[in-house]
Nanobody, 124 residues
Framework: QLQLVESGGGLVHSGGSLNLSCAIT???????????IGWFRQAPGKEREGISC????????LYADSVAGRFTISRDNAKNMVYLQMNNLTPEDTARYYC??????????????WGQGTQVTVSS
């Protein structure tokens, strides 16, 4: 019911910032506000990590400890967009970043719709 496309990745030096975008296409009959949108990342050789999610308003937000205080998630339901502002990046943040949608709340619940991902590389 949803199609998600990530953008905004790239190469940045340690300490730099990037702003990822997740453009969401809502198919007929779906309501975007009913969905939790999450950001995940996966580095080579590592398990996928849920890093942040936002509910139907910016008042419902979760962050993983690894990004809390550095990353900020937001959503614009009018534009069908979700953003991830990433500050103070370190080489440990290097990964492919994905946005995904779930009808449940949280980072460990099933997410049924996934984007193709955008690569973030942080050089030291």
């Amino acid at each position: 019911q949803l199609q998600l496309v990530e953008s905004g990745g790239g190469l940045v030096h340690s300490g730099g910032s990037l702003n990822l975008s997740c453009a969401i296409t809502v198919t007929s009959g779906a309501t975007l506000t009913a969905w939790t949108i999450g950001w995940f990342r996966q580095a080579p050789g590592k398990e996928r990590e849920g890093i942040s999610c936002v509910g139907n308003s910016d008042s419902s937000i979760l962050y993983a400890d690894s990004v809390a205080g550095r990353f900020t998630i937001s959503r614009d339901n009018a534009k069908n967009m979700v953003y991830l502002q990433m500050n103070n990046l370190t080489p440990e943040d290097t990964a492919r970043y994905y946005c995904a949608a779930s009808l449940w709340w949280g980072l460990t619940v099933p997410y049924g719709s996934w984007g193709q991902g955008t690569q973030v590389t942080v050089s030291s």
